[in-house]
Structure formats: structure tokens, C-alpha cells
């Protein structure tokens, strides 16, 4: 198993700032994933973390907007920047162990951010 | 991306078993299906999951269908602790691992 923990829990915050959450794991993993919750929705994939190499977002999420940062095999960053409050959400970060592996994946708590 | 239908809610009666039913017609071979649940104002958690024959774990059992394009999740006594988002999902390793979700089952357990 994985226990994840992310940082911070929630947030309120202005519009047209920036906030990076960090999302840490206690015990080296491949796959890191970013997902956003919107309020009463299902979950979206924003992008897939890799380490070592730039993340790959899915359709409708950008760099510019969402950059990553994964330094190491336990830890990864996802900033969200220059916000709206249509941004306010869960940010849930996720991993997995292996590329193409189809077992269990495991989530951390979210970050629940308001933009105001 | 293979996609799954469920019913948009269910309700169940504590300690009576609960089927949810997850039709995915156009699941392909390398598709495994999961199942994942949400709780209220927590992260997703994994259920369980199965390619062909019918699984069960201390959680749930999953029957999958023999044509492979429904499945279902069996909770054998609902507690009220079961009340969350049931998620089936299917997941290839040609996608490189990741999940998507879909709308889910809002699943509410009454004493």
C-alpha cells in the first residue's frame, strides 16, 4: 500500500494568484497522477507526473495553466496559477506503481481550494 | 477511452446485500474492470477489480458478465459506512495506468 499526504488540506485564495500543492508519498512510486473535483462532480485526470520528464496533460489542461514538478520518485508539486474562482475544486493527487500496471491505485486526501 | 454507464443513485437497507450494476459495451480485450468508491469528503479508494472470471476480496465481490460487457458489484451487508460514490472504471495498460472516472452511483444505506 501507499500512504499519501497533501499539502495544504485547503486553501482560500485571490484571484489572479498562484498556489502549489504539494503532494507526498511514503514510498517510491512511477506513476503520479493529478485529478481535480469540482464541486458535486466526478473526478478529471489533469495530467500524469513523470519523473524525470515533463508531465503529460490530458485534453483541456495545460502547462502553462497546471505546471508539475516531479524531483523524485516521492514527491511531486502541481501549481495552479494566475486563478479564477471557476478554479476553486479538490485537487487530489494519485499513484500507481508502475507504467501499464492495472492494479491499485491509491489517492491522497485532497486539497479543497476556494478562489475567491 | 472505454466508457461505463451506472444508475446515477441506489439505496439499499443496512445489512441487506446491494447490487450495483455497471454496463460497459464496448470494453476490449485488455480492459480490466475497477471498481472504486469515494466517501464523503475523502479520497477515492480501490474496491476491487477483474478482466474475466468473478473476484472477491474482503471488500466486495465483483460477477462479470460472460460477454465481459457488464459487470457487477456486490456489497454482501451494507453498513451505513457503505454510503459513498461507487465507481466502475475501465482501465487498460495501454493507457499507461491512469483511471477515469465516470459519474458513478451515489449509494445511500438506510438503518
Known amino acids: 500500500s501507499a500512504v499519501i499526504s497533501q499539502k495544504p488540506s485547503r486553501d482560500i485564495c485571490q484571484r489572479g494568484t498562484s498556489l502549489t500543492i504539494q503532494c507526498q508519498v511514503d514510498?517510491?512510486?512511477?506513476?503520479m497522477f493529478w485529478y481535480r473535483q469540482q464541486p458535486g462532480q466526478s473526478l478529471t485526470l489533469i495530467a500524469t507526473a513523470n519523473q524525470g520528464s515533463e508531465a503529460t496533460y490530458e485534453s483541456g489542461f495545460v502547462i502553462d495553466k497546471f505546471p508539475i514538478s516531479r524531483p523524485n520518485l516521492t514527491f511531486s508539486t502541481l501549481t495552479v496559477s494566475n486563478m479564477s474562482p471557476e478554479d476553486s475544486s479538490i485537487y487530489l493527487c494519485?499513484?500507481?506503481?508502475?507504467?501499464?500496471?492495472?492494479?491499485?491505485?491509491?489517492f491522497g486526501p485532497g486539497t479543497r481550494l476556494t478562489v475567491t | 477511452d472505454a466508457k461505463t454507464t451506472q444508475p446515477n443513485s441506489m439505496e439499499s437497507n443496512e445489512e441487506e446485500p446491494v447490487h450495483l450494476p455497471c454496463n460497459h459495451s464496448t470494453i476490449s480485450g485488455t480492459d480490466y474492470i475497477h471498481w472504486y468508491r469515494q466517501l464523503p469528503s475523502q479520497g477515492p479508494e480501490y474496491v476491487i477489480h477483474g478482466l474475466t472470471s468473478n473476484v472477491n476480496n474482503r471488500m466486495a465481490s465483483l460477477a462479470i458478465a460472460e460477454d465481459r460487457k457488464s459487470s457487477t458489484l456486490i456489497l454482501h451487508r451494507a453498513t451505513l459506512r457503505d454510503a459513498a460514490v461507487y465507481y466502475c472504471?475501465?482501465?487498460?495498460?495501454?493507457?499507461?495506468?491512469?483511471?477515469?472516472f465516470g459519474q458513478g452511483t451515489e449509494l445511500s444505506v438506510k438503518p
Open positions: 514510498s517510491q512510486v512511477t506513476m
Open positions: 472504471i475501465l482501465r487498460s495498460y495501454n493507457q499507461g495506468g491512469k483511471l477515469i
Open positions: 494519485s499513484v500507481g506503481r508502475d507504467r501499464g500496471d492495472i492494479g491499485e491505485q491509491y
